[in-house]
């Protein structure tokens, strides 16, 4: 299913750690799917469009796979409204990150970085109250 021009839902779904644990990462309300086409419209898109294609890392996950990696309790990515996004290089993320930081909707833009692996989390509330976060986090 497409989500926008270039984006298929099957990007989002698609998971190694889900694979790996057998873990079956789909959908389960259509309110899911929306909130990710909106994203897709909204911010990644747009994105696409500038820089040409990007790579998603992380989309949606279902609750156990949410647990699996790690993510927080009330994470955006299991309500379809968040994606991180792959870095080619930091300079690249640079532009991206600057980019998005001009879009006119967006909840969250997080710059993040564990190592020497950089990636961006953006995520967008599609029934509204964006904060227009933009911040940056370290992991060990």
């Excluded at 086409?37 to 609750?63: E, K, M, N, W």
């Excluded at 699996?68 to 640079?94: C, F, W």
Aim: hydrophobic share 35%; aromatic share 10%; glycine share 8%.
């Amino acid at each position: 299913m497409q989500l926008s021009t270039n984006f298929s839902l099957s990007e989002f779904t698609r998971s190694d750690t889900a694979k790996r644990l057998g873990i079956v990462n789909e959908c389960s309300s259509v309110e899911q799917v929306l909130n990710l086409a909106y994203l897709c419209h909204t911010v990644l898109q747009p994105l696409r469009d500038r820089f040409g294609p990007i790579r998603i890392t992380s989309g949606y996950r279902c609750p156990q796979l949410n647990d699996a990696v790690g993510g927080a309790s009330n994470s955006q990515h299991m309500r379809g409204e968040a994606a991180d996004i792959y870095l080619p290089t930091k300079a690249k993320g640079e532009e991206y990150y600057e980019f998005m930081k001009n879009l006119p909707a967006f909840d969250q833009l997080i710059w993040e970085r564990s190592g020497g692996t950089y990636w961006i989390h953006v995520s967008i509330r599609r029934l509204g109250g964006n904060r227009k976060q933009v911040k940056s986090i370290v992991k060990n």
